[in-house]
């Protein structure tokens, strides 16, 4: 089997575990989070999202790596600056995003500021991180979209 068709295959299966994840946690568990009285909900929040956060992690990662990989292979990076390639670029912002998220946000205390809202306000931190995560979870569908359009030469 070849190389590329590998390192495609492993950068869709790190895209459907992150993204799917995210779409799990923005539709289904956010909401009901938001539901619950604060300090239930601060309790199952903590028990899903602590546990996907590393499943995120580990599937950014694997993107990343099969996703640098692929343009390397593929000899890419040198039309990166080209237009009709903006759809790798966007995949690439998007990527840097959730490692910025993922790896600096996160471990610097984005946790202990939603704690201290939720404490201030009940209510309105979950609201703003609800609504990052339909932001995230929107770009991240458009760039699943642009990609499998663009790599088939649909755009
Ligand atoms: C460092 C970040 C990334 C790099 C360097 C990268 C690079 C690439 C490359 C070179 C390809 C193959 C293009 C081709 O076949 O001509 C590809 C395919 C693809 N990438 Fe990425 N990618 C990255 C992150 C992402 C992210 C964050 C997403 C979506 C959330 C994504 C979604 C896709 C999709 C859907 C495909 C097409 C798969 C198919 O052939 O159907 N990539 N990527």
């Known amino acids: ?10 950068h869709v299966l790190g895209i459907v575990v992150w993204i ?4 799990l946690v923005t539709t ?3 909401p009901v989070v938001r539901r619950r009285p604060p300090a239930e909900g601060w309790a199952l929040f903590e028990a899903v999202e602590r546990r996907f956060a590393w499943q995120a ?7 990343g790596a099969s996703g640098f990989y692929l343009a390397w ?14 759809w790798i670029d966007a995949m690439a912002v998007l ?15 984005a946790e202990a500021w939603l704690r201290r809202r939720e404490q201030a306000a ?27 359009l663009g790599s088939a030469g649909g755009l």
């Open 1 to 10: 089997m070849d190389d590329v068709a590998v390192a495609l295959a492993v």
């Open 20 to 23: 799917g994840g995210l779409s």
């Open 28 to 30: 289904v568990l956010l």
């Open 57 to 63: 992690r580990a599937a950014v990662v694997v993107v």
């Open 73 to 86: 292979r593929l000899e890419l990076w040198r039309q990166l600056s080209e237009p009709q390639f903006w």
């Open 95 to 109: 990527w840097l995003a959730f490692v910025a998220l993922l790896f600096v946000a996160e471990p610097l205390g």
């Open 122 to 148: 009940p209510g309105s931190g979950f609201a703003r991180f609800h609504l990052l995560h339909w932001v995230l979870l929107g770009l991240g569908l458009v760039t699943v979209l642009c990609g499998v």
